[in-house]
């Protein structure tokens, strides 16, 4: 397979794109950081991976996005898959006393998402196949005071998602979303660890079976469906005055 990473940098892209090098794929990778970026690079390389190309992309740069995508596309050839992986862990407080903070959190885990999702959409539909995949959040199902903000950007995406999904269906191109519940990784470092959490290993698997199985809607670990339908089924009465 032909596989686009962006976000690369991730702790969530980098083990799967571990996973993916362990079967032999060709991977093209994208990430913010260079040297982190040639650190994956040679990593997945030496575990099996075929190494198409790797570029710095600067998603705060919309006008870049296209160029960089086509980039890609020259060097693999075709798209069999595409992960987007990508995201920040805004403070809640300061993006509720400012707008800006706000607005760069939306920008970073929505609308950066729904740019490169608008230059995908074409390049998959007119290929007639392939799979592109979205990691958002459990946070996007419900607005939840701790972290609404982020939460909103990712529903946006999540929303955004479900009608690509219809959209591209006659294409033959594949949507899937991927919501993570707690993961331990760099963004969340700062924050105590319970039962709940998962490693960003946990969550690659469920993302490559996703890709292989063509799944629609992926909550990983698998027990966050159930915390959610949960959480989704509390009375607003009730829900808003919940502070966890």
Not at 143 to 150: A, E, I, K, L, S
Not at 196 to 207: D, G, T, Y
């Amino acid at each position: 397979m032909n596989i686009l990473i962006i976000g690369a940098n991730s702790a969530i892209a980098r083990a799967t794109a571990r996973l993916m090098a362990a079967r032999g794929e060709t991977l093209y990778l994208m990430g913010r950081n260079s040297e982190r970026l040639q650190e994956l690079v040679n990593d997945v390389e030496v575990r099996g991976a075929t190494i198409s190309g790797s570029q710095v992309l600067d998603l705060g740069d919309p006008d870049t996005i296209k160029g960089t995508l086509q980039d890609a596309v020259n060097a693999l050839g075709s798209l069999d898959a595409v992960l987007i992986c990508h995201g920040s862990l805004p403070d809640q407080s300061q993006c509720e006393a400012d707008y800006q903070a706000a607005k760069q959190a939306i920008n970073v885990n929505g609308l950066s998402v729904i740019a490169l999702l608008t230059e995908l959409a074409p390049i998959m539909s007119t290929q007639g196949s392939g799979t592109i995949a979205v990691v958002t959040s459990v946070a996007g199902d419900r607005g939840r005071q701790p972290n609404f903000v982020y939460g909103a950007a990712k529903a946006m995406v999540s929303t955004y998602l479900e009608g690509l999904r219809g959209k591209l269906l006659k294409s033959g191109v594949h949507v899937i979303d991927i919501r993570p519940g707690l993961v331990d990784s760099p963004m969340t470092a700062h924050m105590e660890k319970g039962p709940l959490w998962a490693m960003p290993e946990q969550v690659a698997i469920r993302i490559v079976q996703a890709i292989d199985k063509q799944q629609h809607t992926v909550y990983t670990p698998g027990y966050w469906r159930l915390i959610m339908a949960i959480v989704k089924s509390i009375p607003a009465v009730i829900f808003k005055r919940l502070k966890f």
